[in-house]
């Protein structure tokens, strides 16, 4: 079994005294591990980091064999590990991956906006809204996506300003009710009408927070989710 493709690294572990086993995130093959031989070295060591993109090569004599990768840089991405901020959101990013994807499951949309999302934390500033949106799609990928099109109760389009911890789905002021205090605010970025605190990055990632927590975690893998989202979220605050 053979093929070719570009991917981002998003975990790495020794193995043995000279290789260590990566897992990519590819479009075409989803998460994957392989083993790369000669991969603990220096040289190669520095080319195998979480967050860059390579060339790779996959062999196995059977298919659900774990294989070795041979690979060649793309990508480098310096900026991830030179900012802290970046360097966390890389973290979390890559703990997310490596924690909700099933092995080997492709999920091309989602790989093409994880790219996007590590080139703009390469390079520039203020992504925190676009990292906001990679964890929506998350949700939306592992089956868990939030509708925010109307008003679960009224199904009005306009003065959305909740989201039902329990549905996923807006609730508007009006639908709310006497119940409102036990809804998520839904901030102005995510199309709430509300009034909103700060730029409503925190609200946005306390919704994505809820159902990462109660749905993908307690729901699907079972146990709680990586702890570098928390310290992405601090930082964020900070």
């Known amino acids: 079994m053979e093929w070719q493709a570009d991917g981002t690294v998003i975990a790495r572990r020794a193995h043995g005294e000279n290789a260590v086993i990566i897992e990519v995130m590819t479009t075409e093959y989803g998460r994957h591990a392989g083993l790369v031989p000669g991969g603990a070295s220096r040289k190669r060591a520095a080319m195998l980091q979480p967050g860059t993109r390579l060339s790779l090569r996959w062999r196995a004599r059977l298919d659900d064999q774990l294989g070795t990768f041979t690979v060649e840089p ?16 890389l973290n979390a990013v890559c703990a997310l991956l490596a924690y909700a994807l099933p092995e080997r499951d492709p999920h091309p949309r989602l790989a093409v906006s994880t790219e996007a999302l590590l080139d703009r934390m390469d390079t520039e ?4 809204e676009d990292y906001l949106r990679w964890e929506m799609q998350l949700l939306d990928e592992m089956g868990f996506g939030l509708d925010l099109s109307d008003c679960a109760v009224t199904g009005a389009h306009e003065g959305l300003a909740y989201v039902s911890p329990r ?6 002021r009006a639908g709310a009710g006497q119940w409102a205090d036990r809804l998520l605010p839904l901030p102005a970025l995510l199309g709430g009408a509300g009034d909103n605190r700060g730029d409503g990055i925190a609200e946005g990632l306390a919704i994505t927070g809820h159902f990462l927590d109660t749905r993908l975690a307690q729901e699907l893998v079972g146990k709680p989710l990586p702890a570098a989202r928390a310290r992405l979220l601090r930082r964020l605050e900070a």
């Open 74 to 89: 793309d990508q480098a991405r310096p900026g991830l590990l030179a900012d802290p901020l970046a360097l966390a959101g």
């Open 125 to 128: 500033t203020g992504w925190a």
């Open 167 to 172: 549905t996923g789905r807006a609730v508007s």
